[in-house]
């Protein structure tokens, strides 16, 4: 269902980018912002890891350097039957995760400092099966087209702001610049957003699927989301265009499961791999509790947030 409703969704806003078009009655000025808009986001697919890693400052971790968090990654990688993608982590309090790279053979992974040290394993576990299904899934291309008809909507309304009322041949009079300026790329933002929750639905239950244990994802979902609105994410704040990347909204303030949304209400989630537990196939293992600041699990670098820069204190994940 969730497949179809992407589809369906991706129809729609094909067919908003030709009704606009119409509406405008220009085809070539049609065709010059799809172009334009199409290059610039293969530009962005093609560097999408590189482009969002640097701008998070992360950094690339090993079966060295970061042993169990690499573990996680590589055992589940294996289940899902996927090439290992590079993992790294980014040096936030905020606990949270993305993943990125245009195939699943130029993948890679990234999970906050915050998220290492305030998670158990299993739920670790459950974030970057998460992850890895997005992976699988190919969501970064499914982005990426929804970003470009999105981007030529957007131009089409800005050449109807400057060019449409000198336009003879406009498909709709008035009426048409009016929807081409303010309706059409309102809508194509809201349908971008829909196909980004309904893709976090599907990763949810793929993920599930991954590690084998839905309550384990569903217990971390919880945790995220109550740091997330106390702990914020200074990079995220500065780039709110990435926030769809990550496993729970990193911006302040989003709480509700409205139009304006880039993920699904956490609850709805929750209640969503709940039932998938309660189904035969799954087991009903909860994860541990997270371990005090003492276990001796030595992963991942401790950092300061504001620093970036490795301290002397180190976390649970050290």
Request: charged letters at 15%; glycine letters at 6%.
């Amino acid at each position: 269902m969730n497949t179809m409703r992407t589809a369906m969704l991706l129809a729609f806003m094909t067919a908003l980018f030709m009704a606009v078009g119409f509406a405008l009655g220009g085809k070539v000025g049609m065709m010059i912002a799809f172009l334009v808009a199409a290059v610039t986001n293969l530009f962005s697919w093609w560097n999408a890891d590189s482009m969002v890693l640097r701008m998070y400052g992360a950094q690339e971790v090993d079966a060295a350097s970061a042993p169990e968090y690499y573990a996680i990654v590589r055992d589940l990688a294996q289940r899902a039957d996927l090439p290992m993608p590079r993992v790294y982590i980014i040096h936030s309090d905020q606990p949270n995760a993305f993943a990125t790279g245009r195939n699943p053979q130029n993948a890679a992974v990234a999970a906050s400092v915050g998220l290492l040290n305030a998670l158990s394993r299993e739920e670790v576990a459950g974030v970057m099966a998460h992850e890895l299904a997005h992976i699988e899934h190919r969501d970064t291309l499914t982005m990426t087209i929804t970003a470009t008809l999105a981007g030529a909507i957007s131009m089409l309304g800005n050449f109807a702001f400057f060019f449409g009322d000198r336009r003879e041949n406009n498909g709709f009079g008035i009426v048409g610049t009016l929807i081409a300026m303010i309706v059409a790329p309102f809508a194509a933002m809201l349908v971008q957003m829909a196909i980004s929750r309904t893709r976090e639905y599907e990763a949810d239950r793929r993920g599930a699927e991954i590690c084998g244990q839905p309550l384990w994802l569903a217990s971390a979902l919880r945790k995220i989301e109550a740091y997330a609105h106390q702990v914020p994410n200074v990079q995220a704040e500065h780039n709110p265009a990435t926030a769809h990347m990550f496993i729970i909204n990193p911006l302040s303030g989003e709480r509700m499961d409205n139009l304006f949304s880039t993920h699904p209400n956490t609850d709805n989630r929750v209640a969503e791999l709940e039932k998938m537990a309660a189904g035969s196939s799954f087991g009903s293992t909860p994860p541990r509790p997270t371990a005090n600041p003492t276990r001796n699990a030595r992963s991942v670098p401790s950092v300061s947030s504001g620093a970036g820069r490795p301290n002397s204190s180190k976390g649970p994940w050290s």
